[in-house]
C-alpha cells in the first residue's frame, strides 16, 4: 500500500510503493493507480485537482498494458476516492448512519421519525467548528441517531465514512488541496484507533483543513482512555463532547408523545428509565428473547415469571413490585418443578445486550416490574390479534389478588387496576359471568356492586341471589325477594328454601285475606286453613265461605270444632263426607273413634276411605283393628306392613308394638329405630330420643 512522507513543513515528497501488485511514483504527481487493475484497485494519493475515482469500468488509464482489465472502485464500498463515497450530509438515511431498525410495522419506515434530544443544540454548537466531536453515552441510548440529526445541521457539507480499521491518513491525503466542508463520521470511534487510526498529529492535520471529525462512544470507555498518555489517549483529550444521557426528560417524552408514528406513543408509555432510544433498539429483539420456545425449555418458570409481570402492568400496576407479590402473580399460571422461583428470578433479571433484564430493579429493594418494551410488545400483539397462549387474558385471580393487595396496604393504585379489570373483563361482565360477576361485586361498592349482584342473582348464582334477597326484604319489597329466594333454593339453599317458605305463607295469607274480605268464599276457606294449619284457628273464615256457598269448608269447618272439642263438629264433617269429600269421611272415622261407642261404623268409615285411596286409610285402619281386635292378625299385619315398607313411620310405629303384642320382640325393635329414623314422635318418646317424660302410649289413631 502506498504511504505518505511528510517534509517538515508538511507536505508531500513522494509516494512509495511496495509489493508485486504496486507501482511507485517519485516527486509530484496528478494521478497514481496502485494494485491490481484486475481486481478494480485503485487508489489516488499526491496533490490532487480533484477527488476522482479514475477510469470507469471498461476504460483503461493511459500507459496500462491494454491486456489488463481496469476499474475504477475500491475493494471496499465507498472509497475515499470515490465522489459517490462523499455524500451530501443531507441525503445520508439514518440506516447508513449506523441507527438500527426497530419492529416493524407494515406501511411505516424501519427507523422511526427523529425525536429531538435536549443535547441537540449543544452537538449543533460544536459541529459548528472543526476537529473531532463525540457523542458520548451507554450501549443503545442513541448517539448514532443524534449524532445523524446533528449532522444535518451542517449545510453544504459532504460526509464520509471510513470503514474500521482504514487508514485515516488517505483521507487527510484525499483532502489536501481540495478546499470544501468535510465531515468524517467515525461511528463507534473505537473502531477507529487502531494503528493506522486516528492520533493527535492526524486529527489536528484534519482539523486544520476545517475538517469536522464525528464519532460515537461509550462513555465509560471514553472517560478510561482519555486519561491514559499514550496516542489514542492523547487524541481523545483533544476532542469535545455531548452526553446522551439513557433516561429521556419530560420535555423529550413529550415531543416523543407527539411523534405521527404509532410506534411513538407506546415508547411514550412503557420506555422507563431505560429509554426510548433502547426502547426502540433492542425492545422487540428482548420480547423476542422472552418468548421464543428455547426460553420456556430453558426457563419455563422464568417465562412465567416475566408474564407475570408484563400482566401486572397490563393490569395497571405501573411501578415495581415485591418479590412475594411477583410470586403470588406468576403462580396464579402454575408452577414449574424444572425450575425454582429463585432461579427463574435470577435469570430474568440477568441484564441483556448491556442494558437491562427481562425484569427491572425497582427504588425499593427486591421490587420488580416488567421491561417497558415487553408490554408494549405484548399489547401491540394483541391488538394485531397475533397473540400465542401466554398472550391471552390473564388469569382471573391475577385481578382478585391485586386489588385484595392493593386493599390490605399495597403500594398498588387500585383504582388504576380496578378501571382495567372493568375494561379486560367488559365483554364477560356485559355476558353476564355469574362468578366473575359476584367476585368483582366483592370488590366494588354502591351501586355497581348492587347491579352486579343482582345480575349473577339473575343468573342463577346461590350466594348472590340470597344477598339480592335479603336487600329487597331490607327494602320492604318481600314480594320481589321470593323470586331470588326460589333461586337460591334451587341452588342449594336451605336457608332460602325457609325464608322463601315463610314470605310464600306470609304473602299467600294477605292475598287470601283480601279475597275473602272482598267476598270470595274460595279464598275465605283457604284462608282458614292456611291460619289452621298453623295453630291460628279462626272459624269465622270457614263460616263466611260456606255463607257464600261455598259447601266444601264444611270439613274444614268440623275439623276445627273437634279441635275445639265442639259436638258440632260431628255435624259439619258428616256434611263434609255427604259431599263426597274422603278427607270429611276419614276425619269423621277419627272423630268418632275419639269419642267412642261408633266401632262398627268406624271401621266402615276406614274401610271406605282406604278403599278411595287416602293416604292414611290403611294404617290408621290397621291401628283400629289392632287397638279393638276386631280385624284378623292377618290382616293387621298386611295392612301396617304394607304401609310402613312404603316408607311411613306411623305404621311403623303401629306395626311394631303389634308385633311386640304377640311376642315378636326383635322384629318389634327394629320396626321402632324404624319408625324413630322417620322421625316418629312417639317412637323417638320411647327410645328416650326426646327430651321429653314417657307418658302413657296413644290409643288412638288421631294422636
Known sequence: MGRESDDETGGKRSVEASGNRSIAAGGTIGNAYTGNFSNGIVIQAGSIGHISPGPSVGERPAGAPEDRATGAEHDRHGSVLDPAAWQPVGEVQPLEFGVGPTRRIPGQPEVPPYVPRDCDGALRAELAHSGLVLVLGERYVGKSYTAWHGVRSLEGYRMYAPDPGEDLREVLAALKGEPGKYVIWLDELTDHLGEDGLDRRLLGRLAGLGTVLLGTMRSEEYYRRRMMSDRVGLALAKARTVEVPREWSDAELDRLKDVDDPRAYPAYMWSGKEGAASYFAIGHIMYDEWRRPGTKLEHPRGQLLVRAAVDLARCGVKGAVPTELLRQVQEQYGTEERESFEDALAWATTRMFGVSGLLVAGEEHRTWRAYGALVAEAEALR???????????????????????????????????????????????????????????ERVGGEERADLIRRAAEAGHREAAEEWAAHLVDAGDEAAAIRYLEIAAQGGSVEAAREAGR???????????????????????????????????????????????????????????????????????????????????????????????????????????????????????????????????????????????????????????????????????????????????????????????SGDQPDTVDE
Request: proline share 3%; glycine share 10%.
Open 383 to 441: 391488538a394485531e390479534d397475533l397473540r400465542a397462549e401466554d398472550l391471552e387474558p390473564m388469569p382471573d385471580g391475577v385481578w382478585w389478588l391485586l386489588l385484595d393487595a392493593a386493599e390490605g396496604g399495597a403500594r398498588i393504585d387500585r383504582e388504576a387496576v380496578l378501571d382495567a379489570a372493568r375494561a379486560a373483563l367488559r365483554p364477560r361482565i356485559e355476558a353476564g359471568e355469574p362468578d366473575l360477576l359476584v367476585a368483582l361485586a
Open 503 to 693: 314470605l310464600h305463607r306470609e304473602r299467600a295469607e294477605a292475598l287470601l285475606r283480601t279475597a275473602a274480605e272482598a267476598g270470595d268464599g274460595a279464598a275465605a276457606h283457604e284462608l282458614g286453613d292456611l291460619l289452621l294449619g298453623s295453630g291460628r284457628v279462626e272459624m269465622r273464615w270457614f263460616v263466611r265461605a260456606i255463607r257464600a256457598g261455598h259447601d266444601e269448608a264444611a270439613t274444614s269447618l268440623g275439623r276445627a270444632l273437634y279441635y275445639r272439642r265442639s259436638k258440632d263438629a260431628e255435624t259439619w264433617l258428616r256434611r263434609g263426607a255427604a259431599l263426597g269429600d274422603a278427607h270429611a269421611v276419614h276425619a269423621l272415622a277419627v272423630y268418632l273413634h275419639s269419642v267412642g261407642g261408633h266401632d262398627e261404623e268406624v271401621e266402615r268409615l276406614f274401610r271406605e276411605v282406604k278403599e278411595a285411596g287416602h293416604p292414611a286409610g290403611a294404617r290408621h285402619l290397621g291401628a283400629f283393628l289392632h287397638n279393638t281386635g276386631n280385624g284378623t292378625s292377618e290382616e293387621v299385619h298386611e295392612l301396617l306392613h304394607e304401609e310402613a315398607a312404603h316408607g311411613s313411620g306411623d305404621a311403623a310405629y303401629w306395626l311394631a308394638r303389634y308385633l311386640r303384642g304377640r311376642g315378636h320382640t326383635e322384629e318389634a325393635d327394629q320396626w321402632l329405630h324404624k319408625a324413630a329414623d322417620m322421625d316418629h314422635y312417639y317412637a323417638m318418646r320411647d327410645l328416650g330420643l326426646l327430651p321429653v317424660p
